[in-house]
């Protein structure tokens, strides 16, 4: 009598819809993994990036009599960005992996110059155009405001650990809110001045922690600041050291808790 080879070759119906189904979940479960991670890479891309332009403005200060760049002179195509670049040596490090905006042009030609992803501290507690002459809170200006001083010295930032100097500032946010883009010679941009007399131009308010956070970028919490990194934003501080953090945490309550906004530099 001839025996019947009965031995299964492959999966049943089942089997395989079990497998599937597996399959999907260890997919549901790993996929937002792997998305942080490459997030947390993008942030420790942009963290470097902000120390390295946060070190360069430091030399420059030591070359200048301890003065920092004014955010933007007369010549806007000699802005804070542009004066600190041969301290770097790349436009690279002026763009951060998460501003999906990053087309490279030659900033000498144009009159915007270059996308930046990042802005400098130019705090004021008024209107740009303020007469008299309105004080500087933060550490850089632009020399056609009405503002006094035009440029701080070290000296003349009280707690350097604790005050800002670059934030995120994304290109892409700016031009989406409406505004012309975060440009390298174009002030509006490059500089953030805490009002929003420029927010057609480019966005320009500080964060406030006590705003409802149901309201659109820039006049929410976090202000004109661009908070990709898993709803946080990286800030270097006088000192030259980064922190990632809440832009809101900045500055919390600037009625009641002034001494905690971190973009008065005179606090």
């Known amino acids: 009598m001839k025996c019947v080879n009965t031995t299964r070759t492959g999966f049943t119906l089942i089997e395989l819809l079990v ?38 403005i430091l030399m420059y200060v030591q070359d200048y009599d301890e003065g920092y760049p004014l955010g933007t002179p007369n010549n806007w195509n000699s802005s804070w960005p542009v004066q600190v670049e041969p301290y770097v040596k790349s436009l690279a490090v002026f763009r951060c992996p998460d501003d999906s905006n990053l087309t490279q042009v030659d900033w000498t030609k144009g009159w915007g110059g270059d996308p930046i992803s990042y802005s400098a501290n130019g705090f004021i507690d008024g209107d740009v155009d303020g007469t008299p002459p309105i004080p500087m809170k933060g550490v850089m200006t632009m020399a056609q405001t009405k503002i006094s001083p035009m440029n701080r010295s070290i000296a003349g930032v009280n707690i350097p650990a604790e005050t800002i100097l670059l934030c995120e500032k994304h290109d892409t946010d700016v031009i989406k809110a409406g505004g012309w883009g975060n440009l390298s010679s174009f002030a509006p941009g490059a500089m953030t001045v805490g009002t929003n007399k420029w927010d057609r131009l480019a966005a320009n308010e500080i964060p406030n922690g006590k705003l409802p956070a149901t309201n659109p970028w820039p006049t929410g919490p976090d202000g004109s600041v661009s908070a990709h990194h898993t709803d946080m934003a990286n800030f270097a501080f006088c000192d030259g050291h980064v922190k990632t953090m809440r832009p809101s945490y900045t500055n919390p309550d600037p009625v009641n808790r002034p001494k905690d906004n971190m973009w008065d530099a005179t606090r």
Request: aromatic share 6%.
């Open 19 to 56: 497998v599937i189904a597996i399959i999907a979940i260890l997919a549901a479960i790993l996929f937002p993994v792997f998305a942080k991670v490459r997030e947390k890479a993008r942030q420790t891309s942009c963290t470097s990036n902000m120390k390295q332009l946060a070190t360069s």
